[in-house]
């Protein structure tokens, strides 16, 4: 239904065109170019990328986009969580005992409905959930035949579930997978040394997963310890920043049958019921329905009163949104309902090899059903038909049982055919791309006029025009954009500049990468009065939507004395005349106090940052006496989103400025001799150096990427060794 399925009216696009686009046709980009994207000049006044996670630059499967264009890559790369959660579950079904008919059955419910179809809204939390089903099944392999292989088959499922980009859903499948493995070494009657070593198995299958995923984690632990969101736990409200009213609530409460693709189904819902009731694979159904209910229970968060367990399981309290738990309670409770349609066909099936052929063969029905459903064409005759080709393909046995299975299948197709459709609009076709470029005259026109210098794009977050990562696309350094992980330095900013104070005073409120608002509060001098912190960071350019900004950015080009600024296109500029140079020199320094002291110095309208920088530590020189009262501007000789290079012309030892984020990782030069950067004006970076002219370069080398990549590689290589070591068989 999602790769389908479209609504009419107003297309909801999600995490999709919002984020998710522009990031990956950026990263491809980069790649092709024979580079990485280590560092993203774009946003924030640069943050590490690859850090952020949910780019998921090392992802095997969005290698699509390095052969497809970014809309087909996205479909592509959709296609496969789809198969890959379909064929995952099967093996899983299978391997449990159940048969063919409750593998169809399983897929159907998981794949089709409840919170799969919603992931799809955000690639980074389909890429880290697709892996849940193919993990129990290889949990049940570690169980049932301990060997290397199995080891190495999950230690590479949990590592490209991290590699994903989304920790909190891997976090989420390892309860899982562990759940399944307490479960299953009971219904095997395991020994006490067989408990033993399937749990030594697994938590070493986990450890190398994290290990295979290094050249992700490190970069995104460096950026976590410095960010404002470090791993500790959230409170009840930062965990719940929308509110108690979550989708969880809806499918258990609002939709718990039918009337939303939330829904659990009758067809799917009666199955569930039979499999309760049923003998066959007790123990499996036992450990479905647990899991199920601790799940659905944990997603409705303080609404039960078993959420106080949920805080208290490490690392659960450290994400937000515990409503992504369902995609486990999905899984689940379409186990539940696997068995329950075993039990009305009433026996296993023969035995009968299937291939991906005949697998196919299964699927195509049900494929075409849904994709007439969305052009309304569906029919009785058409659902008979899908079904009677599903039941011949699953080949049930005698009349009884083809009755039964045919009951099934033209239960759920019907079901499943009619579900509301999900409104999202994928990215899918070329022509809606087309309508992301109806800005682009205007925005070009703003990347010939900032050139080095910063722009801030204001506007409805929700629209094409001013969407996130618009800058992204552009190339133009934007002084805010969402990021869900980003620097406290750059939060304090920010801060500073809406509420006049480093921290929040809502104590629950996370910095999310974007300026909330300009408009005055109560309380609080208004934001335009501390405007002087958008000129320190080099924001020359104002780009708005509507002729009728709000209030507070009305303010700011009114009392700021900002210039209009003829573009072509639908969109507004305005020029700050006051913005101060993003590369200057300055000649002398003041000592850096407290983050609010020295914000509050920079946010003085008399602040000067040419005629003396505030900065933490020793600056690396001494003033001169003589030294001219002001600096100058610096030409950029190179500004590449890694690599900066400058040409200053120093009259005295000074100090030369780059208004970019102060970040570990970046070493400088001076004339080839490396020098020592030191925080300048709170969140940005200089170099000391002496009278003369000289050539400084700032390079960005990532530690923690490259000990990262060195640990995936040789994990790699010693999954690969587990994987050949032969099985033992028994004497």
């Not at 709000?550 to 700021?560: H, K």
Request: hydrophobic letters at 50%.
């Amino acid at each position: 239904r999602m790769l389908f399925g479209e609504v009419v009216g107003r297309p909801l696009t999600g995490d999709l065109l919002q984020y998710h686009y522009f990031m990956d046709a950026y990263v491809v980009e980069v790649v092709r170019h024979g580079a990485l994207p280590t560092w993203n000049p774009w946003q924030l006044c640069g943050l590490p990328l690859i850090a952020t996670l949910e780019a998921g630059v090392f992802y095997p499967l969005h290698w699509f986009h390095l052969v497809l264009p970014t809309h087909q890559a996205m479909a592509a790369t959709t296609l496969c969580h789809m198969l890959l959660l379909g064929l995952g579950m099967w093996l899983f079904i299978r391997r449990a005992g159940l048969g063919a008919t409750a593998g169809f059955v399983a897929v159907t419910l998981f794949t089709t409905r409840g919170t799969v179809p919603r992931f799809f809204a955000s690639p980074n939390l389909i890429a880290a959930g697709a892996w849940l089903p193919l993990g129990m099944y290889a949990v049940v392999d570690l169980v049932e035949r301990p060997r290397a292989r199995a080891l190495a088959g999950l230690a590479a499922i949990a590592g490209m579930s991290l590699l994903g980009g989304h920790p909190q859903i891997t976090v989420y499948l390892c309860y899982a997978w562990g759940s399944l493995l307490v479960a299953w070494c009971a219904i095997r009657g395991s020994r006490p040394r067989d408990w033993l070593r399937a749990g030594g198995s697994f938590a070493t299958a986990l450890a190398l997963g994290g290990l295979l995923a290094a050249i992700q984690l490190l970069p995104t632990a460096e950026l976590s310890a410095l960010g404002t969101r470090p791993p500790h736990g959230l409170s009840v409200d930062e965990i719940f920043p929308m509110g108690m009213w979550t989708a969880a609530v809806n499918q258990l409460t609002a939709f718990p049958v039918s009337g939303s693709h939330l829904a659990f189904g009758a067809v799917g819902l009666a199955c569930a019921a039979v499999g309760l009731a049923g003998r066959r694979s007790r123990g499996v159904v036992l450990w479905a329905l647990v899991l199920f209910v601790l799940c659905a229970t944990f997603a409705l968060g303080p609404l039960t009163p078993l959420f106080p367990v949920y805080l208290a399981l490490p690392p659960l309290a450290w994400f937000r949104f515990p409503e992504r738990l369902m995609l486990v309670a999905d899984f689940a409770f379409a186990v539940v309902a696997a068995a329950g349609a075993e039990r009305v066909i009433r026996g296993r099936e023969p035995a009968f090899r299937y291939t991906p052929v005949t697998l196919g063969l299964a699927l195509l029905p049900l494929t075409v059903v849904l994709y007439l459903a969305k052009a309304r064409r569906i029919d009785g005759l058409l659902v008979l038909s899908a079904a009677l080709a599903i039941t011949a393909v699953l080949r049930p046995h005698g009349l009884a049982r083809l009755v039964a299975a045919l009951a099934v299948t033209v239960g759920l197709v019907v079901e499943v055919a009619s579900l509301p459709a999900f409104p999202l609009h994928f990215p899918f076709t070329a022509d809606r791309i087309k309508r992301l470029s109806a800005y682009d005259r205007s925005y070009q026109a703003v990347r010939e006029l900032a050139q080095h210098d910063r722009v801030w794009l204001v506007g409805n977050p929700f629209d094409h025009a001013i969407a996130p990562k618009q800058g992204l696309r552009q190339r133009l350094r934007n002084f805010d954009d969402y990021a869900p992980i980003n620097l406290r330095r750059q939060a304090e900013y920010v801060l500073f500049l809406i509420e006049a104070r480093a921290t929040p005073a809502n104590p629950h409120y996370l910095f999310n990468g974007r300026v909330p608002s300009l408009d005055p509060r109560p309380g609080v001098e208004p934001p335009v009065t501390r405007r002087r912190l958008l000129d320190v960071a080099g924001v020359r350019y104002v780009v708005v939507d509507s002729p009728t900004p709000p209030a507070g950015v009305a303010a700011l080009l009114r009392e700021g004395g900002y210039r209009s600024v003829s573009i072509p296109g639908p969109l507004l500029a305005w020029e700050n005349p006051q913005a101060v140079p993003r590369a200057y020199t300055v000649y002398r320094t003041r000592p850096a106090p407290s983050a609010e002291g020295v914000l509050a110095e920079l946010a003085a309208p008399d602040f000067e940052p040419l005629a003396a920088s505030c900065v933490a530590g020793a600056p690396g020189f001494t003033a001169a006496p003589d030294a001219p009262p002001r600096g100058a501007p610096v030409t950029f000789v190179l500004d590449d989103p890694a690599v900066v290079e400058l040409d200053a012309q120093l009259d005295a030892p000074g100090l030369v400025g780059l208004s970019d984020t102060f970040y570990p990782g970046w070493r400088a030069t001076v004339d080839g001799q490396p020098v020592p950067i030191v925080a300048t004006n709170h969140l940005f970076r200089g170099v000391a150096a002496p009278a003369g002219r000289h050539r400084v370069r700032f390079t960005y080398v990532p530690t923690g990427l490259y000990v990262g990549a060195a640990l995936s590689g040789v994990t790699a290589l010693v999954l690969l060794v587990l994987a050949r070591i032969p099985t033992r068989r028994p004497a």
